[in-house]
């Protein structure tokens, strides 16, 4: 009978190719973040991108009462987002209709350990930091002068978690069967 044959070779076996037990979210502190913040983003999703996306005015009196908060936010600080063009309104269109019900299965993913959404979340972390980290947020300090934002570090406060936690994300999906270790 050859070595690779017994009992304890084949159990030997069986459990250096067993898959790895991921770990609940209690011993994954980091992962509370996420949860957190991409419970934050679905919110504010509904809030604020749906407005411009559906061509509400955001004005002081809109009917609306977020409409009148973007119109709060985006009067002082953010031109393009008060005044979007065309483009603008297919990423917040992207953000409220498609990124919106992602966070909510990235809620779930993270708090039921669902390994599979690695690469979901890897396209979606890089569509954001493309998008928003790089055109939205360079057209907000490079481009034209009348969507560049007056307030640079209230924009970065309102806006710096949309780009940072993404590529977060990205870090922390570096490896197959991410919810297995605790970063």
Known sequence: MSETSTPVAAAVSSATTAKPASLPLAKRPFDIVFVVFFSIFFVTCLISDAI?????????????????????????????????????????????????????????????????????????????????????????????????TPHPGVFLLYNGAYVLIPLLLLIRMRKPLPFTRKF
């Open 52 to 148: 411009p996306t559906l061509g509400i005015a955001q004005t002081p009196d809109a009917p609306l009462i977020f409409a009148q908060w973007n119109y709060a936010y985006s009067s002082a600080n953010d031109p393009l987002f008060l005044h979007p063009p065309f483009w603008m309104r297919i990423v917040t269109g992207l953000s409220a209709f498609v990124y919106m019900p992602f966070y909510v299965l990235l809620v779930l993913a993270f708090i039921r350990r669902w390994n599979w959404i690695q690469l979901p979340a890897v396209i979606y972390a890089t569509m954001i930091a493309a998008l928003t980290g790089i055109v939205v947020f360079g057209v907000e300090f490079f481009g034209e002068p009348e969507w560049r």
